[in-house]
């Protein structure tokens, strides 16, 4: 067992974990932050993602012993501080990007470390930043049109789904 200390959403916090834990068990299972999800065993689908130290990371492809020491943001800690949905959540919800919303919060994060590098990003900008998340449900049309919208973009050129 190995002592890490893990900055998650502002909060820090020391526990003792396996050296073979994967960040993603150690948020799930360890801190119950269940709103980071598991959708593969290949690192395919990107479910997972969370940012450490502000990159876009699958936390399915990192062990938690690599994170002691970072600063770690999940989807739990995307909403305003008054609870309310961020702007990209918001998004999501107005333009119907999800569906069953197993891949949401992956999309959410991947949306976020987007918009962090390239505050306007073009569709086909988008569609290629999504390529490490996948959706069943989606068809990805809507979630494009979404994280358009949260950049302050005119989506009319995406017709609607
Ligand atoms: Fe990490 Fe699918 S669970 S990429
Ligand atoms: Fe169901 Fe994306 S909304 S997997």
Known sequence: MTEITVTVNG????????DRTLLVQFLREDLRLTGTHVGCDTSQCGACQVHVNGKAVKAC?????EADGAEVATIE???NPDGS????????QDYHGLQCGFCT????????AL???NPQPTEAEIRNHLQGNLCRCTGYHNIVRA???????NTDAIAAE
């Open 85 to 92: 949905l961020n702007t990209i959540q918001q998004a999501f």
């Open 147 to 153: 994280i358009m919208a949260a950049s302050g973009q």
């Open 105 to 112: 919060p992956g999309m959410v994060m991947s949306a976020a």
């Open 115 to 117: 918009l962090k590098d």
């Open 61 to 65: 492809t990192m062990f938690a012993v």
């Open 77 to 79: 800690g995307q909403a």
């Open 11 to 18: 909060k820090t916090v020391t526990r003792s974990c396996e």
